[in-house]
């Protein structure tokens, strides 16, 4: 469930076919470094969980990817910009961070599945860094996951 001490925020994909509201859980960004996140990212997916708070304005090209037996991937089939990780049944989103026209507000926090990230980077941020291990436990007792 969405916090309801932080403000709706506006979102979209780059050619603006998708476009949202929703409201952050918490106003932190978090960074999974698993290889689905990465190879559907491009990068690290950067990412803000927001509960079942996400209403679309706009949803014409909006595709979702079904990636794993819990996870589906969304984003926007005209430009290609991956927008929502969301938790397949109940929904719950997590909006890459880059897709709220807004982004001044988070701050980096935490990194998952650090077990999988590539030795060739690393972020100076001091963050809290869980293991897939830890992150895949965490949501077995039901407090969510960001990967899948």
């Known amino acids: 469930m969405a916090a309801v001490d932080h403000p709706r925020l506006s979102g979209g994909c ?9 409201v952050p859980e918490k106003l932190e960004m978090d960074v999974c470094h698993c290889s689905m996140c990465r190879k559907w990212s491009g990068g ?3 990412a803000v969980p927001c509960g079942d708070s996400v209403e679309f304005v ?49 701050h980096f926090a935490e990194e998952i599945f650090i077990d999988e990230k590539p030795a060739h980077y690393s972020f100076s941020n ?20 960001d990967n899948g």
Request: with cysteine; glycine share 8%.
């Open 14 to 22: 780059l050619c603006g076919n998708v476009r949202f509201s929703a």
């Open 44 to 46: 690290v997916f950067m």
């Open 58 to 106: 706009k949803s014409d090209t909006l595709e979702t990817y079904k990636s794993s037996e819990w996870g589906e991937r969304l984003f926007c089939r005209a430009c290609g910009s991956s927008l929502f990780w969301r938790l397949q049944s109940p929904h719950q989103y997590v909006v890459a961070m880059h897709a709220f026209d807004d982004i001044s507000q988070f």
């Open 126 to 145: 001091d963050t809290r860094k869980l293991t897939g291990a830890e992150v895949m436990a965490a949501f077995a007792a039901g407090q969510g996951s």
